[in-house]
């Protein structure tokens, strides 16, 4: 087999890879996990209580689930999905839950900050409903909040939007006491907290992601990392995966790194960094593919490079 024979048997056989990487560690989890009741259910009482974790090592601590939210809801219906958030601390907790509208270009860090304007089409908050908008929480206790998407009737409505959900503590501000020596003295409170930020999605039934490129793609001079950029040209939201595959060009070894996930907005552009393992010396020929959901084809990118 020459090697445009190779190369063109690897893109084919992708998704099979995939699968098979994806079904053979779950095999693992379930063996591993049914040996382990096996031999528990062997031990004795007193033998077992030795594991049981000390009350003060246990993890504490605020938990909210899911970490997004999709839907796909046509104009004129509506649909309901909840958040889960969980108290595990040993204080009471408060929460204001809110959903603040972000630029498409804004998906990373600065989502919580962005400013898009009053009239932003692409915005979710201006139908979404959330109950209750503020949840407390006693020590051990759990609560749903139920969000509800809402989508008016009509043609104009037939588009993607998105919106960050936003999970805020929300403590009392207590009296700062200044001591007083005599002189000036400046104090300065500061209010510890935490926050909870969940990326909200509607991509109507009919919109289908199809026009997402890749526009870049490059290694970084100290040949550690690989930088994929994509653009998505369409109406769609792009949930996408995304890997590259590594061909030693003198053995034939092909190394996988595992598959990440990104979500690509309409007119937004995104840049990946995927880290290389170490390599022994050699001649490489790197693979990028990115998978839209398309069902016809994946963008594909190759670069070739040395390592001395």
Same mark, same amino acid.
């Given at each position: 087999?020459?090697?445009?024979?190779?190369?063109?048997? &690897?893109?084919?056989? $992708?998704?099979?890879?995939?699968?098979?990487?994806?079904?053979?560690?779950? $095999?693992?989890?379930?063996?591993?996990?049914?040996?382990?009741?096996?031999?528990?259910?062997?031990?004795?009482?007193?033998?077992?209580?030795?594991?049981?974790?000390?009350?003060?090592?246990?993890?504490?601590?605020?938990?909210?689930?899911?970490?997004?939210?999709?839907?796909?809801?046509?104009?004129?219906?509506?649909?309901?999905?909840?958040?889960?958030?969980?108290?595990?601390?040993?204080? %009471?907790?408060?929460?204001?839950?809110?959903? %603040?509208?972000?630029? +498409?270009?804004?998906?990373?860090?600065?989502?919580?900050?962005?400013?898009?304007?009053?009239?932003?089409?692409?915005?979710?908050?201006?139908?979404?409903?959330?109950?209750?908008? !503020?949840?407390?929480?006693?020590?051990?206790?759990?609560?749903?909040?139920?969000?509800?998407?809402?989508?008016?009737?009509?043609?104009?409505?037939?588009?993607?939007?998105?919106?960050?959900?936003?999970?805020?503590?929300?403590?009392?501000?207590?009296? !700062?006491?200044?001591?007083?020596?005599?002189?000036?003295?400046?104090?300065?409170?500061?209010?510890?907290?935490?926050?909870?930020?969940?990326?909200?999605?509607?991509?109507?039934?009919? !919109?289908?992601?199809?026009?997402?490129?890749?526009?870049?793609? &490059?290694?970084?001079?100290?040949?550690?990392?690989?930088?994929?950029?994509? %653009?998505?040209?369409?109406?769609?939201?792009?949930?996408?995966?995304?890997?590259?595959?590594?061909?030693?060009? +003198?053995?034939?070894?092909?190394?996988?790194?595992?598959?990440?996930?990104?979500?690509?907005?309409?007119?937004?552009? &995104?840049?990946?960094?995927?880290?290389?393992?170490?390599?022994?010396? =050699?001649?490489?020929?790197?693979?990028?593919?990115?998978?839209? =959901?398309?069902?016809?084809?994946?963008?594909?990118?190759?670069?070739?490079? +040395?390592?001395?």
């Amino acid at each position: 087999m020459n090697l445009i024979e190779f190369r063109m048997k &690897r893109i084919i056989d $992708m998704k099979r890879v995939e699968i098979l990487n994806c079904f053979i560690p779950g $095999m693992l989890f379930f063996f591993i996990l049914f040996s382990s009741l096996g031999t528990f259910s062997q031990t004795d009482n007193s033998v077992q209580s030795e594991f049981e974790p000390l009350k003060d090592t246990m993890p504490r601590g605020v938990s909210v689930s899911p970490a997004s939210i999709r839907f796909s809801v046509k104009s004129g219906s509506s649909q309901s999905k909840s958040i889960k958030i969980t108290n595990d601390t040993d204080a %009471t907790k408060t929460f204001k839950i809110f959903s %603040t509208n972000y630029l +498409a270009e804004d998906i990373n860090r600065e989502a919580s900050s962005s400013t898009p304007p009053a009239d932003y089409k692409y915005g979710l908050t201006k139908w979404l409903y959330i109950t209750p908008s !503020l949840v407390t929480l006693k020590p051990g206790e759990k609560a749903t909040v139920n969000i509800l998407l809402d989508v008016p009737a009509g043609a104009e409505y037939e588009h993607a939007a998105w919106s960050l959900i936003t999970i805020d503590e929300i403590k009392e501000r207590q009296e !700062l006491n200044i001591p007083n020596t005599g002189d000036q003295v400046m104090g300065m409170g500061i209010l510890p907290s935490m926050g909870f930020g969940i990326f909200t999605y509607q991509n109507p039934p009919n !919109l289908k992601s199809n026009s997402v490129e890749l526009v870049g793609y &490059r290694l970084d001079t100290e040949q550690k990392n690989i930088y994929m950029r994509a %653009t998505n040209k369409g109406n769609g939201i792009a949930f996408s995966t995304y890997y590259i595959e590594l061909l030693n060009m +003198a053995s034939g070894e092909t190394i996988k790194i595992p598959v990440q996930t990104a979500t690509i907005l309409p007119g937004a552009t &995104r840049e990946f960094k995927i880290i290389l393992p170490p390599l022994p010396s =050699g001649s490489y020929n790197a693979l990028g593919v990115l998978d839209f =959901g398309s069902k016809e084809y994946v963008e594909t990118a190759e670069l070739d490079f +040395a390592v001395p």
